[in-house]
Structure formats: structure tokens, C-alpha cells
């Protein structure tokens, strides 16, 4: 219900309902921002010497991956 009434605000829709009570989500961390994050939670792994630091190295390192392939997606070929 928030969702189609914040639509019809930005597309400038005249609606009788009290706005000010929908709260807008703040926009979500870069990713060089998210990568950044991601360097400091591997340095910080690497100080444990434990199977499930071991495998959140991993998945740490998907993301990386995963993200530079949505970038490249996102690029167009110039």
C-alpha cells in the first residue's frame, strides 16, 4: 500500500492520504563502499584460524566477483 502511494507521489499524483507518515528508504551503500567493507571483514577473517571464517572468506569473495559482473553488465560497449 506505501509502495503504490509513494509511486503516485513521484508521479506528481494528487492523494488525499497523509504522506508524511511513509518512510523513504535511504539509499543503499556503493559499491565501493560495499567492496570496501568487504576488504576490511577478510583482513579481520584472516586473524581466526577456523572452518567457518574460512568459508565466510569465500562467500565474501563471491560478492566481489558477483558485483564486478553486475557492473560489467551494466557498462555499455563504447
Known sequence: M???????????G???NN???IDVPAPGPTRCEALQATLTL???LGTFDEP???KL???LGSFGQ?????????????
Open 52 to 54: 567457518v571464517a574460512r
Open 19 to 21: 504522506d508524511s507518515d
Open 42 to 44: 577478510r583482513k579481520y
Open 2 to 12: 506505501d509502495a503504490k502511494r509513494l509511486q503516485e507521489k513521484a508521479a506528481g
Open 57 to 59: 572468506e569465500v562467500m
Open 66 to 78: 558477483q558485483s564486478l559482473a553486475v557492473e560489467m553488465q551494466g557498462m555499455k560497449d563504447t
Open 14 to 16: 494528487n492523494d488525499n
